[in-house]
């Protein structure tokens, strides 16, 4: 069913007209349809109302926002809050601290802080992001506990964050595991906020560059509760520039934070028919030109994303406004069709895709006398991803001692770096210790890379996932440093000849010291991130045909009961 451009418009009409309404009236009404279920209604209802501020659905209703208590801005009681979560998917990771601070009269006047035990690993990147230790989560509160004494903290105050829908969706993952209901509105965000009172003042709105930018006195750190106090001195300078302009009530401050309609909006058509499937998809111009690349999980989700509210980048967004057809082409799991958009994007290169804008997907480091430059010619140190990196890692490696280059993937010049950058800060030499500084963060993170690809280059396994025909499977075979074989596998006995082809394509190759490629390395990393977190269809064994035939087995049966 494809809603009107005013479909919005109509559903404040209407519930201006009658009030709250139950969410099965509020969608006949909208859609003109005699009977819909409950499920349904609130499914079609949310999709229209994302990101407005208007319109609130609570899960059994629909009513209006404005409904709510309007004060004065400089009277009302806001809740700004931050989490700091596993990773980013709200329904695979989980959140490991929430930290929040109460706005009241345009002061910072309260806290709420706590660490979460997330019952998960926490990964290696969110711990060096955060400071985090899986020690110090180990003990601390469950989400559950967390989230009842946060609720209570916030009571019926507007809620607040920074770039909002994303700690909006962990707060709904959660309140709808533990009650079956979802915030009773959108969180304000400060992100859009700022991007329309600074529009032609600043192009970035990320926490840093608006705490650089207003001066304020906490510093963002990735740890909840001083994001949040950044995220609470920010509100307070965007609430100064929004009276300004005029503003005088909570009311008009949302409208000032609500999103704009894009004019791609209008095509939004272009993705009827698009199924909740895995798969990749490209935009095509009106010359049939390939502009962009990607791949889903869920097709019709991720399509129908492109056209809400939030812009984005600007590559991708003149693609969109050019944009005359999509294509999309069903795969059978989300690893498949991560390398099948990877294997378009190196055939067809299209411009939006960022991959293809790069020159080099990969660069090395190499000696040149006592320097290091950096090279398209492999070495052993690379590939790199990013050259900017790769440049300033460079230069941290200048003052490295042979015995440090050879102990390189043990940490080599850091820990003498490290020292020397305490050393300068104690000497109050600040400007010398923040080139000393971003020196050391672009080699930690090549060591950390060049640890990781060492270590895929000794794994052998065998990758196994639904296939997009029913009762098939396909299997993708990793060995040597490279992935070596993708084989379709039939139902029943068939399967066994494919495996044994593609372990045969493994054995054939032989070990090799080279340096990676840079398509290799993709490659690489692409695996790495399914192993470390398995999607629940995807199956990580070993290199073992019985091994994989018994998983096969196992599966049929499943399917077959």
Request: charged share 30%.
């Amino acid at each position: 069913m494809q809603l009107a451009l005013d479909a919005l418009d109509r559903l404040v009409d209407v519930l201006e007209e009658h009030g709250t309404l139950p969410v099965a009236e509020a969608a006949r009404r909208l859609f003109a349809t005699p009977s819909i279920s409950d499920g349904l209604a609130r499914s079609l209802l949310e999709d229209v109302i994302a990101g407005d501020s208007r319109v609130v659905c609570t899960g059994a209703a629909v009513s209006l926002t404005e409904a709510r208590v309007d004060p004065l801005l400089e009277e009302s009681e806001l809740v700004v809050f931050d989490l700091e979560t596993t990773g980013l998917s709200a329904e695979r990771d989980q959140i490991c601290e929430l930290g929040a601070v109460r706005v009241r009269g345009l002061e910072l006047v309260d806290t709420f802080e706590s660490l979460v035990d997330p019952r998960v690993e926490l990964p290696e990147p969110i711990a060096r992001l955060t400071g985090l230790r899986q020690e110090e989560l180990r003990g601390a509160p469950s989400i559950g506990d967390v989230l009842e004494r946060f609720l209570a903290f916030a009571g019926d105050a507007q809620l607040v964050a920074h770039n909002a829908r994303f700690d909006q969706r962990f707060l709904d993952a959660q309140l709808l595991l533990r009650h079956g209901r979802r915030l009773t509105e959108p969180p304000l965000c400060t992100a859009a906020l700022a991007r329309r009172l600074l529009e032609g003042r600043t192009k970035r709105v990320g926490l840093a560059r608006l705490a650089d930018f207003f001066g304020v006195p906490t510093q963002p750190c990735h740890r909840a509760l001083p994001d949040a106090e950044a995220t609470a001195q920010i509100l307070v300078q965007l609430i100064g520039l929004a009276q300004e302009l005029g503003a005088r009530r909570l009311s008009e401050l949302r409208v000032l934070a609500a999103p704009r309609k894009r004019r791609v909006y209008g095509k939004r058509a272009l993705a009827k028919g698009a199924p909740a499937r895995p798969g990749v998809y490209l935009f095509r111009d009106a010359h049939d030109q390939v502009l962009y690349v990607g791949r889903a999980r869920d097709l019709r989700a991720r399509l129908r994303s492109y056209f809400r509210s939030d812009r984005q980048r600007q590559s991708v967004e003149a693609a969109l406004h050019a944009l005359d057809r999509i294509e999309w082409r069903v795969l059978g799991s989300e690893i498949e069709a991560a390398f099948e958009e990877l294997r378009l994007i190196r055939e067809l290169q299209p411009p939006a895709n960022s991959r293809s804008r790069r020159k080099e997907r990969g660069v090395y480091l190499r000696r040149r006398g006592d320097d290091f430059v950096v090279s398209a010619k492999p070495s052993p140190i690379g590939p790199i991803g990013s050259r900017r990196q790769a440049s300033l890692a460079a230069r941290a490696l200048a003052s490295a001692t042979d015995a440090e280059l050879e102990e390189l993937l043990r940490d080599g010049p850091l820990p003498r770096m490290r020292k020397r950058l305490s050393h300068l800060a104690e000497s109050l030499r600040y400007e010398e210790a923040a080139r000393l500084r971003d020196r050391i963060e672009a080699l930690e993170h090549v060591v950390d890379r060049l640890r990781r690809l060492e270590a895929l280059r000794q794994r052998e396994l065998c990758l196994v996932a639904p296939a997009a025909e029913l009762g098939w499977h396909r299997a993708f075979f990793v060995s040597h440093g490279s992935l070596q074989a993708i084989r379709s596998l039939p139902p029943g006995a068939g399967a066994r000849l494919e495996l044994e082809a593609g372990l045969a394509l493994c054995r054939t190759v032989e070990s090799s010291e080279d340096p990676l490629t840079p398509e290799q390395a993709e490659d690489l990393l692409l695996v790495d991130g399914f192993v470390r977190r398995p999607p629940p269809e995807l199956a990580v064994l070993t290199l073992d045909v019985d091994r994989i035939a018994a998983h096969l087995a196992r599966h049929g049966l499943r399917q077959a009961a």
